[in-house]
């Protein structure tokens, strides 16, 4: 109960500052896109008067064109006007001038910025970079979605300076199959061999999350992750004669991570990005759980991971990859996890601007565990995972968006390892699978 009350507590106290945003600007118009407040974008705001006279704003061009796509093209509408990036004047979409990938992001990715002169596109593009397009090339390309966030994995396209995300969600995991290597076996056949007299059979994981991520500048930005664990393994003693449950409760390891943008396209469709991290030792490590290392609910010190990320778009899809290393510290008891080595890829279709379908796979190699400086030998193995992940945009308020994703993923290889020690196998559970759930919202502050 007292659990529930702090993280009740804590959600309460980092959405009140939205609920309070919502009383002072409820009449304040929004991007129908990003749901961004009109009235602060005043440089690059756009105007679409439809057909049978219903008007649309957006915050900038990019979100203009995603709804004029969306709706079937320029026909669809009888007027499209932008604002001159110099001047602030009202100008007709289709006579204006583009500069897309320059250094100045001032609404929403990719950035492309209206001019009514070309003199002025070219002079602004000598100085920002980027290239210049017109109307119809403008229209080309823009995808759906400014960005996809992968499940398991990190995507190399960063937000823009000043554009705040958070989350709250839960997830599940369950394991159920003994592993002997790549084989898998159902905990009650596994027991019944001779001389086996205990093993585990049946491992739970429930998890409270808690994500933030923030652009610092249009190249870097941190990402924070935090959690409340629930844990459970339930394991045969006495060959089989008894089932003993064993539970674990805490707050885990918090998770840092900053990525910087290495490079990317004047189209925004690709990015290299280095990803840092750490995680810090606020999770318990408790020795009594050294034999069972997956009850454990933090690692006990720092861990440190680099590595890179690389995405692609193309039209409808988003493409997303990563490769990292993590090396893990030595902690107080003489405890060392195995480091980790990763590896995963990601594709996304995003039909329309508000929602996205993908599939991920993804795989860990990890070294064995250590314990006095001796290597635990069932301990390290390779697991991969296939995830289905499913985005929806549900609102626009607050000045920004409110977004659900559900997850859920399987084990489609695991190779881990076990030891005979006598008669009996030590070994780590696999199979199984899990599920997330998560509702964050989205907003960029604007930096003038």
Request: aromatic share 12%.
């Amino acid at each position: 109960m007292k659990r529930r009350l702090l993280i009740s507590f804590i959600c309460i106290s980092l959405c009140f500052p939205f609920v309070v945003l919502a009383d002072s600007g409820s009449a304040r118009p929004g991007c129908e896109i990003c749901g961004m407040y009109i009235d602060q974008y005043h440089r690059t705001s756009t105007h679409l008067t439809f057909k049978n006279g219903e008007t649309k704003d957006t915050c900038g061009v990019a979100c203009m064109l995603r709804i004029v796509n969306d709706k079937g093209g320029p026909d669809a509408f009888s007027k499209i006007e932008v604002r001159d990036w110099k001047s602030k004047r009202t100008i007709p979409a289709a006579d204006a001038h583009y500069v897309i990938g320059s250094r100045l992001i001032p609404d929403m990715m990719p950035n492309l910025i209206a001019f009514e002169k070309l003199d002025d596109a070219e002079a602004f593009r000598l100085k920002e970079g980027g290239a210049i397009l017109n109307f119809t090339q403008g229209l080309m390309s823009i995808s759906p979605m400014g960005m996809t966030m992968p499940a398991r994995i990190k995507t190399a396209v960063l937000p823009p300076q000043g554009a705040l995300n958070f989350g709250i969600g839960y997830m599940y995991m369950s394991m159920d199959k003994v592993q002997l290597g790549s084989d898998s076996i159902d905990p009650e056949d596994f027991i019944k061999r001779p001389g086996q007299l205990s093993a585990p059979k049946k491992m739970t994981s429930k998890a409270t999350m808690l994500m933030a991520n923030y652009g610092i500048t249009d190249k870097l930005s941190l990402g924070v992750n935090a959690a409340y664990f629930d844990k459970k393994m339930e394991s045969y003693k006495m060959g089989g004669k008894v089932t003993e449950t064993t539970t674990n409760s805490g707050y885990g390891d918090i998770d840092a991570t900053f990525r910087y943008n290495l490079w990317n396209d004047v189209y925004y469709s690709k990015f290299l990005t280095v990803l840092a991290g750490s995680t810090l030792p606020t999770g318990e490590f408790e020795t009594k759980y050294i034999t069972m290392p997956g009850l454990q609910i933090g690692t006990g010190d720092f861990s440190f991971t680099g590595g890179l990320l690389f995405s692609h778009r193309f039209k409808d899809l988003w493409f997303h990859y990563q490769g990292t290393y993590t090396a893990m510290l030595e902690n107080s008891d003489d405890y060392k996890f195995g480091d980790i080595t990763r590896a995963g890829a990601a594709l996304h279709y995003t039909p329309t601007y508000d929602f996205m379908v993908g599939l991920e796979v993804d795989g860990a190699w990890y070294a064995k565990d250590e314990y006095r400086n001796a290597e635990l030998n069932n301990t390290g193995g390779f697991r991969s995972y296939l995830t289905g992940v499913a985005d929806w945009k549900f609102l626009t308020a607050l000045g920004g968006t409110f977004s659900v994703r559900a997850t859920g993923g399987i084990p489609i290889y695991e190779d881990i390892n076990h030891e005979r020690v006598g008669s009996m196998e030590k070994t780590k559970m696999g199979g199984g699978y899990f599920a997330s759930a998560m509702v964050s919202f989205n907003r960029r502050f604007p930096f003038d």
